[in-house]
T-cell receptor
Framework: ETGVTQSPTHLIKTRGQQVTLRCSSQ?????VSWYQQALGQGPQFIFQ???????GRGNFPPRFSGLQFPNYSSELNVNALELDDSALYLC??????????????FGPGTRLTVT | QQQVKQSPQSLIVQKGGISIINCAYE??????FPWYQQFPGKGPALLIA?????SEKKEGRFTISFNKSAKQFSLHIMDSQPGDSATYFC???????????FGKGTRLSVIA
């Protein structure tokens, strides 16, 4: 069974640029959630995709957008980067149905630095 | 408004001792309470989780105690080891496949 993978591991961008982060869900999982973790804080929910449809969104501006593909992998896009976007971006996958849908498994994250 | 409050912020425990981390929640609709362990540079790893229909769940050295009336739950790590040194997060969600709301984390250091 393959775990959740994310790419790239680290990324440095300049304020105003755009970035795309990628996530491959755990084998058999059809739901992907994205979280932002600022230094010294707990993860904050950005949005979730279930079977290629957005299934909930946290308190993040529209310049944060996403996609889920037919193989359930996902992308997080951030436009017009701001300094405060510097954080660890985490992807979590889960099953969409049943008791096991509660369990979310996280990838290693992408460390984004905006200068 | 912080929906899950976690304490303490940091904790130092002697090897072999018991580590206790506490969380309190406000939303009575929460029905799933996981704990995650995170090492530096890594993503959070699911450690143990509980549903409100039980008051305690034990897996190896890790135990969750849950008090529904007080809206509190806690993680106990028995026989703490230096390898347990990490940041621990409590979390909660309303139902399956919904966002997790995390506490701010507890940095645990187990010293020999």
């Amino acid at each position: 069974e393959t775990g959740v993978t994310q790419s790239p591991t680290h990324l440095i961008k300049t304020r105003g640029q755009q970035v795309t982060l990628r996530c491959s869900s755990q084998s058999g999982h059809n739901t992907v959630s994205w979280y932002q973790q600022a230094l010294g804080q707990g993860p904050q929910f950005i949005f979730q995709y279930y079977r290629e449809e957005e299934n909930g969104r946290g308190n993040f501006p529209p310049r944060f957008s996403g996609l889920q593909f037919p193989n359930y992998s996902s992308e997080l896009n951030v436009n017009a980067l701001e300094l405060d976007d510097s954080a660890l971006y985490l992807c979590a996958s889960s099953l969409g149905r049943g008791l096991s849908s509660y369990e979310q498994y996280f990838g290693p994250g992408t460390r984004l630095t905006v200068t | 408004q912080q929906q899950v409050k976690q304490s303490p912020q940091s904790l130092i425990v002697q090897k072999g001792g018991i580590s206790i981390i506490n969380c309190a929640y406000e939303n009575t609709a929460f029905d799933y309470f996981p704990w995650y362990q995170q090492f530096p540079g890594k993503g959070p790893a699911l450690l143990i989780a509980i549903r409100p229909d039980v008051s305690e769940k034990k897996e190896g050295r890790f135990t969750i105690s849950f008090n529904k009336s007080a809206k509190q739950f806690s993680l106990h790590i028995m026989d703490s080891q230096p390898g347990d040194s990490a940041t621990y997060f409590c979390a909660a969600s309303v139902s399956g496949n919904t966002p997790l709301v995390f506490g701010k984390g507890t940095r645990l250091s187990v010293i020999a």
